[in-house]
């Protein structure tokens, strides 16, 4: 289907017919489903997300958006507050911005929906059922790494401008549909979009945290890796060595204690009063040693920390860096050891906008009308690409996406078809309502019909 439109069909002022929105956004789910499973098949590793940005950016064209595609000066980044340091090269990886500019009058208010190309590790794919990337349906479920984290929320903003178009509809302000890269390890993705200039009244990034919850709170994260030298002797005598394994083992159970003391009621930050386990300290990586017989002399750690939005990225690397030499000096064979700590991946802050603010009662009103259900503000205890716009592009972003998903980071990932439609109709109409709408004229007879903003549920 082509959805672009003549600009000289334009007429304004004519209200949108909201029930009429949510109907086109469920007609859509053929190709929904059609696009979202081919999205998958693209295997968008870290430093391997090319064919899926070329996918993304050949539909956003053929939906008449201006596409933007550049790579990554990562120069320019290095010089923003909010860099983290890389782990793999830029070259030939891009960003894709669909850009939608009116064709009649601006009436509204500005928009960027972002959303992230990349998908984490598959893990040992022998725990998987089938191909990791196969894309397939079953009932309800779509099938793959990335089907719910966070290629869903893509389509889904995907579809909701289609949704409009296929009734003659356009948004009346500036809408920027981002799909970056890197948000599961550094966030340099959307960091390059900020650089490059984008700006909107707010942002909405469809990731799939919460049913029935917009994420107005998310943590801080820091990737750190410890490199540990150790003392290699033959294993006949393994006493007399100290193998450097053991020690990096040592040193994060001595940084676990650290995130046992956050997770103590009183040391909690607000959001997350009464959370199960807000901080979270995961040692995700361990590499070192030679073979079975002999002690190893080194070892790298690498490991992922969580902590409050009230804290700042610099706070927390004092605070750990003091108590691995705390522990170093503590350990009895200290003097046959040396370690380093090094920075790569995430140097994240967090994040909270207020309960208040107009994004998040917009998408909540939307939500309600259309799904019949009250949306509840929610504390994530990970990071996401939020963080830029809302602390360095004065542009207030939450995170409300696709909800009926399953396993993200884990074994068969998968994401509800139905939540997917529920979440475009959504987003569609929040659309309409955030940005106002241009009816198209070819359209103009068969849709002028006044909004009808309850009960949208019943259709
Ligand atoms: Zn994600």
Not at 386 to 391: D, E, G, M, R, V
Request: proline share 5%; with cysteine; aromatic share 8%.
């Amino acid at each position: 289907m082509n959805d672009m439109h003549d600009p000289s069909d334009i007429t304004t002022g004519v209200l949108a017919d909201e029930a009429a929105i949510v109907a086109a956004a469920h007609a859509l789910r053929e190709q929904t489903v059609a696009l979202l499973s081919e999205l998958v098949t693209h295997p968008s590793l870290l430093g391997h997300e090319q064919s899926a940005q070329r996918l993304v950016a050949d539909t956003f064209e053929s939906m008449g958006l201006q596409v933007d595609e550049f790579q990554i000066d990562e120069e320019k980044l290095k010089q923003h507050p909010a860099y983290s340091p890389s782990i793999v090269s830029y070259d030939g990886r891009t960003n894709v911005v669909g850009i939608h500019r009116p064709s009649g009058p601006f009436k509204g208010q500005s928009l960027i929906f972002n959303g992230h190309i990349d998908v984490v590790p598959t893990g040992a794919e022998v725990l998987w059922t089938g191909s990791p990337f196969s894309g397939r349906v079953e009932g309800d479920r779509l099938y793959g790494r990335g089907a719910s984290d966070m290629k869903a929320g893509i389509v889904a903003y995907t579809m909701a401008y289609r949704a409009l178009k296929s009734i003659g509809l356009e948004p009346a302000s500036p809408v920027y549909f981002q799909s970056v890269i890197e948000e599961e390890c550094t966030g340099n993705g959307a960091l390059a979009c900020l650089v490059a200039g984008y700006r909107a009244d707010a942002a909405v990034i469809p990731e799939p945290i919460a049913e029935n919850g917009v994420m107005t709170c998310q943590m801080g994260v820091i990737w750190l890796a410890i490199e540990v030298l150790g003392k290699p002797v033959h294993a006949s005598v393994a006493q007399t060595g100290v193998g450097a394994i053991d020690f990096a083992l040592y040193l994060f159970g001595e940084l676990k204690k650290l995130e046992e003391k956050w997770n103590a009621p009183s040391a909690r930050y607000r959001s997350f009063a009464h959370h199960q386990h807000p901080v979270n300290f995961n040692l995700g990586k361990i590499t070192g040693g030679e073979w079975a017989s002999s002690v190893p002399s080194s070892c790298r750690a690498d490991i992922r920390l969580g902590f409050y939005p009230d804290r700042k990225v610099t706070q927390v690397k004092q605070e750990v860096e003091a108590l691995l030499a705390a522990a170093y000096e503590a350990h009895p064979a200290h003097a046959a050891l040396t370690y380093r700590v090094l920075y790569e991946g995430f140097q994240a802050d967090g994040c909270h906008v207020p309960d208040d603010a107009p994004i998040v009662t917009a998408i909540a009103d939307s939500h309600f009308d259309v799904v019949g259900k009250k949306l509840t503000t929610t504390a994530f205890t990970g990071t996401t690409d939020c963080k830029f716009f809302n602390l360095y592009g004065e542009t207030p972003a939450i995170c409300y996406g696709p909800s009926g998903g399953a396993n993200i980071h884990g074994i068969d990932e998968w994401v509800s078809i139905d939540s997917v439609m529920q979440t475009t109709a959504v987003l569609a109409v929040f659309m309409a309502r955030w940005c106002g709408v241009n009816r198209l004229q070819a359209q103009a007879a068969q849709d002028a019909v006044p909004a009808a903003r309850p009960a949208l549920h019943s259709v």
